[in-house]
């Protein structure tokens, strides 16, 4: 019941995460607002070494191999996915308040997410700790919430500082990205 449950969860995350890329192309005035001057980093950077370490390291479940490679692809893709945008944003120089806002968020959500999978290890949970034995897809997940993390926590320091010194505005230095 609970791979049910995921697969279909999994599906409408695709489907959403479809539409959101074809409302980006194919609608002007939308499609407009993409910064193509500022957008330097190369998809095939981030997309062909998580697909590459899907080979390696994904999961040994009763799933369809090529399930569990979207898998694990889908985990390591996650944990470098910012990149790109935070690269943008490293070289507009001022960081948008919706985009900072949403950024630091997308921050927040990985620091809890994280924290929930140290405290397991750390308070001993024993599934948690035979599956960090059984393999290396069980490290290499807790290893991308790891990544994603300290990615997002660079962009999370100069969020709060900007606030902190009052003027709202996120302003990233050049060469954190």
């Known amino acids: 019941m609970e791979y049910d449950v995921h697969t279909v969860l999994d599906g409408l995350t695709l489907l959403a995460t479809g539409a959101v890329v074809y409302c980006m192309a194919v609608p002007r005035e939308i499609a407009q607002t993409y910064q193509r001057e500022q957008d330097r980093l190369k998809w095939y950077f981030v997309v062909v070494p998580s697909l590459g370490l899907a080979f390696l390291a994904h999961p040994r479940t009763s799933h369809a191999f090529l399930f569990r490679i979207m898998w694990a692809f889908c985990v390591y893709l996650e944990s470098v996915s910012v990149l790109p945008q935070l690269r943008m944003m490293q070289k507009a120089k001022v960081v948008e308040r ?3 806002h949403y950024v630091f968020m997308l ?8 924290a929930h999978w140290i405290l397991q290890f750390l308070e001993g949970n024993r599934a948690l700790l035979q599956a960090l034995g059984s393999g290396l897809w069980p490290v290499m997940v807790l290893l991308s919430e790891v990544v994603q993390t300290f990615i997002l926590a660079d962009f999370c320091f100069y969020y709060v500082k900007s606030y902190a010194d009052g003027s709202g505005i996120v302003r990233l230095p050049t060469g954190i990205v």
């Open 98 to 100: 919706f985009t900072a």
């Open 107 to 114: 921050g927040v959500s990985r620091f809890f997410s994280c």
